[in-house]
């Protein structure tokens, strides 16, 4: 089974641009050695301000092609009955909060009679990958380990990391600086009678370079450009290089000049007082505004999450839920 955990794209596509034609080309190249192979495929959505419901193009083109493909763009039970495998599907949010997505686990649990599944294939965060100093809302390790029988794969965090049997896999590919280590995907081979498992890390050797260049402020300038061009002198061409270093050395080094110099590379200058060169992985988890996808799909969740928040009278709620399904029911597409 090949199992893409959300964020197959990065951003919204517009289909007159020319990367939508090959995001569309990559889709049936994959869907057709799937089925030429007999492979599974596994698609969750992911991030809504990542993915804008465009992995549903697996679906369309598959229409075509025809592999065995399962797509979860909500939480539920999958059932693969080929691989006798039952699969926890939970998408980024799905609902407002991890507790209402782990209510929604629970009821999908007890929809399919099950109290265990084998796999669970997520895309967020879990409370292992939140730096300790963050107050940010996640999802249990310990929760979803205990409905789990074999691996969780989650999706999301760009930096591969295993904590127990959990595997975030990371990112295929470099898309921004602080993202040095290897990127690439896992392949896992479980015994299913055991449990026992193997990992095997398959490394992306084509990810594009992007190079951090600490200038240190005891070095002279001919000992600076010197350390500049050692380290750049052996990386390939599009690679992103950003000098880190205090505004006067970077003027000092004269940063247009590499520009100049050295166009096959993309440039940026970073001064020391910059907080995104020290905060490590607290600047990861920078709160941002996101947008929400709102959809027919999920419109009664949103809101009624929010309501939720508001500490309001169950009785309402239920009147207010039953309002929104209705409304929804009878609004055209």
Not at 16 to 42: M, P, Y
Not at 70 to 94: F, G, M, Q, T, W
Not at 154 to 166: A, C, L, P, S, Y
Not at 241 to 255: E, F, N, Y
């Amino acid at each position: 089974m090949f199992i893409l955990a959300g964020d197959v794209t990065e951003r919204l596509i517009q289909m007159n641009e020319t990367v939508g034609h090959q995001v569309i080309d990559w889709i049936k190249r994959f869907l057709r050695q799937c089925k030429k192979h007999n492979v599974v495929a596994f698609v969750l959505l992911g991030t809504p301000s990542h993915d804008w419901d465009q992995t549903a193009w697996f679906v369309t083109e598959n229409q075509e092609i025809g592999c065995e493909l399962y797509y979860a763009d909500k939480v539920s039970v999958v059932r693969i009955e080929s691989l006798k495998l039952d699969i926890l599907a939970v998408p980024d949010e799905a609902y407002p909060t991890p507790e209402l997505i782990w209510e929604e686990v629970t009821r999908v649990l007890i929809n399919a009679q099950l109290t265990t599944v084998h796999f669970c294939i997520m895309h967020g965060f879990f409370d292992f990958q939140i730096p300790p100093t963050l107050n940010l809302k996640s999802h249990s390790s310990e929760k979803y380990l205990n409905i789990t029988r074999y691996l969780i794969f989650i999706g999301h965090d760009h930096i591969t990391k295993v904590h127990e049997r959990i595997i975030v896999h990371g990112s295929l590919a470099r898309l921004r600086h602080g993202e040095e280590g290897p990127k690439g995907f896992y392949m896992a081979m479980v015994d299913r009678e055991t449990g026992e498992y193997r990992l095997q890390f398959v490394e992306n050797h084509w990810a594009k370079l992007f190079i951090q260049i600490r200038l240190d402020d005891t070095l002279t300038n001919e000992q600076l450009i010197q350390q500049i061009k050692t380290t750049i002198q052996s990386l390939p061409n599009d690679s992103w290089i950003q000098l880190i270093a205090s505004r006067d050395m970077l003027h000092q080094v004269g940063m247009s000049e590499w520009r100049k110099q050295h166009p096959e590379f993309n440039w940026s200058f970073s001064p020391t007082n910059d907080k995104r060169n020290g905060a490590g992985e607290e600047y990861a988890f920078k709160i941002t505004n996101k947008s929400i996808s709102v959809k027919r799909s999920n419109v009664v969740e949103q809101v009624l999450g929010r309501l939720q928040e508001k500490d309001i009278h169950p009785e309402v709620m239920n009147a207010c839920k039953q309002y929104l399904e209705e409304y929804v029911e009878n609004v055209r597409d």
